[in-house]
Nanobody, 129 residues
Framework: QVQLVESGGGLVQAGGSLRLSCAAS????????MGWFRQGPGKEREFVGT????????NYRDSVKGRFTISRDNAKNTMYLQMNSLKPEDTAVYYC??????????????????????WGQGTQVTVSS
């Protein structure tokens, strides 16, 4: 089992920045990747970005490329999401997720909700115009 706890959400004006953290505990040695998702009011949960736990390779949804950056500190078992140039449409509950299951024969960045095995409780990010 892996436990995930997000922090760092809040209220920020458009154009501002926030940094979210996701602290992992438990069987962290089994993590293959971690990801960030978000869910706005009345919307489905959507992929934001992901990072491979060993190599640190990243992948992002198009709308956040150039504004959001994912990083991780393996020693602290913590993943970060640096969000710059925030827009009102970035308003959502942000969730971190961890994948522990092995990949199939063809590896690709996990970008779907059902490709992750553990989830945090979420942290609210509100961007005012």
């Amino acid at each position: 089992q892996v436990q995930l706890v997000e922090s760092g959400g809040g209220l920020v004006q458009a154009g501002g920045s926030l940094r979210l953290s996701c602290a992992a505990s438990g069987r962290t040695f089994s993590m293959k990747a971690m990801g960030w998702f978000r869910q706005g009011p009345g919307k489905e949960r959507e992929f934001v970005g992901t990072i491979t736990w060993s190599g640190g390779s990243t992948n992002y949804r198009d709308s956040v490329k150039g504004r959001f950056t994912i990083s991780r500190d393996n020693a602290k078992n913590t993943m970060y999401l640096q969000m710059n140039s925030l827009k009102p449409e970035d308003t959502a509950v942000y969730y971190c997720a961890a994948r522990t299951r092995r990949y199939g024969s063809r590896w690709d960045f996990p970008t779907e909700v059902d490709e992750y095995d553990y989830w945090g409780q979420g942290t609210q990010v509100t961007v005012s115009s």
